[in-house]
Nanobody
Framework: QVQLVESGGGSVQAGGSLRLSCAASRYTYCMGWFRQAPGNDREGVAVINSNGWTSYADSVKGRFTISRDNAKNTLYLQMNSLKLEDTAKYYC?????????????????WGQGTQVTVSS
């Protein structure tokens, strides 16, 4: 089992920045951030493996940066130039195996989520 605890969500004006953090109880090969807005499916925002390979959704490329500190088992998401459509609950997730992609089905472990609200 892996416990994941997110922090860093909040409210920000459009164009602003937020940094999310996720503390994991142990190492996992692949970790990622997903988000879900009301009425929408949960979508993969960005993922990273332990070697630093990353994958981003097109909607966040150039604005969001995912990173991890393997020594601390901590995952980060730096979000810049935030838009109204980035408003969602953001979830940290980790896989149980050695595959890494933004496919939601690979992720066995999930945090409780942290709300990000972007206003005009």
């Amino acid at each position: 089992q892996v416990q994941l605890v997110e922090s860093g969500g909040g409210s920000v004006q459009a164009g602003g920045s937020l940094r999310l953090s996720c503390a994991a109880s142990r190492y996992t090969y692949c970790m990622g951030w997903f988000r879900q807005a009301p009425g929408n499916d949960r979508e993969g925002v960005a993922v990273i493996n332990s070697n630093g390979w990353t994958s981003y959704a097109d909607s966040v490329k150039g604005r969001f940066t995912i990173s991890r500190d393997n020594a601390k088992n901590t995952l980060y998401l730096q979000m810049n130039s935030l838009k109204l459509e980035d408003t969602a609950k953001y979830y940290c997730a980790a896989t149980s195996g050695d595959v890494c992609s933004r496919y939601r089905g690979y992720f066995a472990y999930w945090g409780q989520g942290t709300q990000v609200t972007v206003s005009s």
